[in-house]
């Protein structure tokens, strides 16, 4: 995980701040000047106004936040909650698709099956994942997965974190649609317990593909649309820069969802976001994966997809009425 400091457009005034408590660090110790009372100054009203920031965030912001390069990812949840954890490759068809990991692991003690999108954090990983936009592979790899799961009686988790699935020419003639949707047949239909939690990007079927679970929760700076907001201005508007009007208009940000119906709940992330704070983001959503699973235990098989399915079903109906 990347430890650079980069700070967003509207935490500009907060990059001052922190440069000068560097500074004043720099100074402190047995041979400089005791500066530990004007840090303390400093470090409350950087918090005050990091607080005053992330309370009025609007939804383009939220996404500028969802997309932080230092947000944790993936492989950084698998790295801080993940024990005994296996890898498995390929889909039995065609290949393999990095920009979807996931294998056999436990959390806290609980056996699991855990897939998700990894982005990567520079340029290497980035090229290495695909930037999280998975192909046909990763999606026939996550039915595998799913498969998998079942004959084992394993719960699955799914982490989502993508921009969407990879549109290309490539792609498309694998059988991009086909996969995506037969990832969506096999969530609904699973025999386990299924939880999906959105951690940055929920972008699309890209993101659908692993996430129709009995519980769909978000992280509460992420972002979960049909479309990205540049995309739908472009599409409506013709202007991409009319993308945070788009971002406001789609009701993309965790507390509109809830209120939709479409998401079950948030997961608080740390003052001024999960990149601040990673390992208490990982910790808290490591907290939360075990009280839901614990809520889900004692459901049969019957039960999990009636329930599951029930509420994919009345999503739809819900936002006509």
Known sequence: MSNTRTYLDFERPLA?????????????????????????????KADKQLRAIYTKLDPWEKTKVARHPARPHFCDYISGLVTDFTDLAGDRKYGEDEALIGGPGKIRGQSVMIMGHEKGHDTDTRLQHNFGMANPEGYRKAVRLMDMAERFHLPVISLVDTAGAFPGRGA???????????SIDKGLSLKVPFISIIIGEGGSGGAVAIATANKVLMLEHSIYSVISPEGCASILWRDSERSKDAAKAMKITAKDLKQLGIVDDIIAEPLGGAHRDPQGMISAVGDTIIETLTALSGLDATTLVRSRQDKFLSIGRTLLD
């Open 16 to 44: 001052e701040l922190d440069g000068k408590i560097d500074d004043l660090k720099a100074l402190n110790g047995p041979d400089g000047i005791d500066v530990t009372d004007e840090v303390a100054r400093l470090e409350a």
């Open 172 to 182: 498309e003639e694998r059988g991009q649609a086909e996969a995506i949707a037969r």
